[in-house]
C-alpha cells in the first residue's frame, strides 16, 4: 500500500525557515516524481514544486522560487522542501504526492494528508 | 505560465443529476490534462488523467473529454458521495496549474 506522510510543519515567524518531509512507503521510491501541492486555508490548490525520480531535475512555482528547494534522498525513500524566508502567503496545508512517472510531467496518482504552516509573527 | 480557469465555480444538483464542470486553459495543452475530487479535509484524488481516461478504482460514471484548451468533466448520474470540490491541473508545461475549483453543492 502506498503511504505518504508529511511532517515537519508548524507555527513561525516571517522570515523564517522551515522544512518539511514527507516518508514514501510501498512503492519504488527512485522510480517516481514527486511534487509538493499547498492549499491555503478556504483557498484552492497550488503547485508548488516537483522532483524528478533521480533528482537530477526539479521545477518550481513562481510564488515561490529563490525561496524553497525540492530535493529527495532515495536511500531513505523522503522528500524534503526547505522553505526559506517565509511569508503570510506561506501559510497552508502543504500537501506531498507522487506522480505517475519518473518524469516530473504526469499527474499525481497517490497524496498524503498534509502538513499545515503557518505564518504568524 | 498557463493559466486554468474552471466553470462554474459553485454548482447545486441533485442526486440522480448529469453534471458538467468545463475547464478551459489559456494556450493548448494537447490532452495533458487531470481532474481531482477533493472533500474537507482531505487530500484530492486522481479521477481522470490524459484528459478522458479513468483512474483505477474510480466509478465508471466519471468521464472527461476535451483536448487543447477546453475540456470537461462530466459525472452521469450524481451519487451523494460525489458532493465535494473539483479540480483540474494541466501537466503540459511548467510550472503545472490548477483550476480555481468547482464546488458540487447539493440542491
Known amino acids: 500500500e502506498v503511504q505518504l506522510l508529511e511532517s515537519g510543519g508548524g507555527l513561525v515567524q516571517p522570515g523564517g525557515s522551515l522544512r518539511l518531509s514527507c516518508a514514501a512507503s510501498?512503492?519504488?521510491?527512485?522510480?517516481?516524481?514527486m511534487t509538493w501541492v499547498r492549499q491555503a486555508p478556504g483557498k484552492g490548490l497550488e503547485w508548488v514544486s516537483a522532483i524528478s525520480g533521480s533528482g537530477g531535475s526539479t521545477y518550481y512555482a513562481d510564488s515561490v522560487k529563490g525561496r524553497v528547494t525540492i530535493s529527495r534522498d532515495n536511500s531513505y525513500n523522503t522528500l524534503y522542501l526547505q522553505m526559506n524566508s517565509l511569508r503570510a502567503e506561506d501559510t497552508a496545508v502543504y500537501f506531498c504526492?507522487?506522480?505517475?512517472?519518473?518524469?516530473?510531467?504526469?499527474?499525481?496518482?497517490?497524496w498524503g494528508q498534509g502538513t499545515l504552516v503557518t505564518l504568524s509573527s | 505560465d498557463i493559466q486554468m480557469t474552471q466553470s462554474p465555480s459553485t454548482l447545486s444538483a441533485s442526486v440522480g443529476d448529469r453534471v458538467t464542470i468545463t475547464c478551459r486553459a489559456s494556450q493548448s495543452i494537447s490532452s495533458w490534462l487531470a481532474w481531482y475530487q477533493q472533500k474537507p479535509g482531505k487530500a484530492p484524488k486522481l479521477l481522470i488523467y490524459?484528459?478522458?481516461s479513468l483512474e483505477s478504482g474510480v466509478p465508471s460514471r466519471f468521464s472527461g473529454s476535451g483536448s487543447g484548451t477546453e475540456f470537461t468533466l462530466t459525472i452521469s448520474s450524481l451519487q451523494p458521495d460525489d458532493f465535494a470540490t473539483y479540480y483540474c491541473?494541466?501537466?503540459?508545461?511548467?510550472?503545472?496549474?490548477f483550476g480555481q475549483g468547482t464546488k458540487l453543492e447539493i440542491k
Open positions: 491541473q494541466q501537466y503540459n508545461s511548467y510550472p503545472c496549474s
Open positions: 510501498g512503492f519504488t521510491f527512485s522510480s517516481y516524481a
Open positions: 504526492a507522487k506522480q505517475t512517472n519518473s518524469d516530473p510531467g504526469y499527474p499525481c496518482d497517490y
Open positions: 490524459k484528459a478522458s
